[in-house]
């Protein structure tokens, strides 16, 4: 099983270091941090970020607040499709896409591959269709999900894993693929866990943000992407009970997991690189 980390969509929010920690001029640097796995039943995705039709054509398909907010980059090169292809895939290879959430930017590709079943938690689905009160209509775009028909929902009642409960083995795809339920940032949030061979990695999507709010006994989050979360969460004993089992986790060092988030770009340049998170 091969894990490729790419990045299927570029945020720059007014207010640089605010929300990367680093950047030291006006703009910061968020991504959305995709995998695309290689696996005996094909290649599976985890996540698309922005889509095809999101960059060229972005109104209504996403909201123009959050547009504005996150100062949205939409670059064709960036999508998911053409990174598949640029790895000398075709979009059709693509067999089964996995859903932390149904934010816009981390669904916003799932139409670029008509033939791909949709795995995403039940009440995630749920929330979509619901889309009550002003961040729901903004993060849910119901534009971007109206080809998209091949849909396996899942509701929280799996085994356990590493203190997770509920944790489901996916439909047609391989054992080493799991859903890990993470409520609070969004009702159907969930973690992607994938057992490399060598250790596990988990991708937690939206339920930390900042690189330091794991790995670290003390919690450490940019003003920024601190304001983003509480402003997205729907369950914020939720959220942050999740997180706070997500940094021990990260803490045990027998337990062998690694892991990752969908924004931080630190956390997404050492993946690729192979370095040491």
Not at 140 to 168: C, H, K, S
């Amino acid at each position: 099983m091969r894990i490729h980390h790419i990045n299927c969509g570029t945020d720059c929010p007014f207010g640089g270091g605010l929300f990367d920690g680093r950047s030291a001029g006006p703009l910061g640097h968020l991504v959305c941090h995709c995998l695309l796995i290689e696996t005996n039943e094909g290649l599976v995705l985890v996540d698309t970020g922005y889509g095809l039709k999101d960059v060229r054509d972005p109104f209504p398909r996403l909201s123009r607040p959050f547009a504005a907010m996150l100062n949205i980059r939409l670059r064709e090169q960036e999508t998911a499709i053409r990174q598949v292809e640029a790895l000398g895939y075709s979009p059709a290879d693509v067999r089964h896409i996995v859903l932390t959430h149904l934010d816009f930017d981390h669904a916003g590709g799932l139409e670029d591959f008509p033939n791909a079943t949709i795995h995403v938690m039940a009440a995630e689905l749920e929330a979509f269709h619901q889309r009550t009160g002003f961040v729901p209509r903004n993060r849910y775009r119901p534009m971007q999900l109206d080809e998209v028909r091949n849909w396996r929902r899942y509701a929280p009642d799996g085994e356990g894993w590493f203190g997770f409960q509920a944790v489901r083995q996916l439909e047609g795809l391989p054992p080493e693929i799991l859903m890990v339920p993470l409520k609070g940032h969004t009702w159907g949030h969930a973690g992607i866990a994938v057992d490399t061979g060598d250790g596990w990695l988990l991708h937690a999507g939206d339920a930390y943000f900042y690189r330091d709010e794991v790995r670290r006994p003390d919690r450490k989050c940019t003003p920024g992407l601190r304001l983003y979360q509480n402003m997205m969460e729907v369950d914020r004993r939720s959220r942050l009970e999740n997180q706070a089992r997500l940094r021990e986790l990260s803490l045990d060092q027998g337990a062998g997991v690694k892991m990752i988030c969908a924004h931080d770009v630190v956390e997404y340049e050492a993946a690729r690189a192979g370095r040491p998170l």
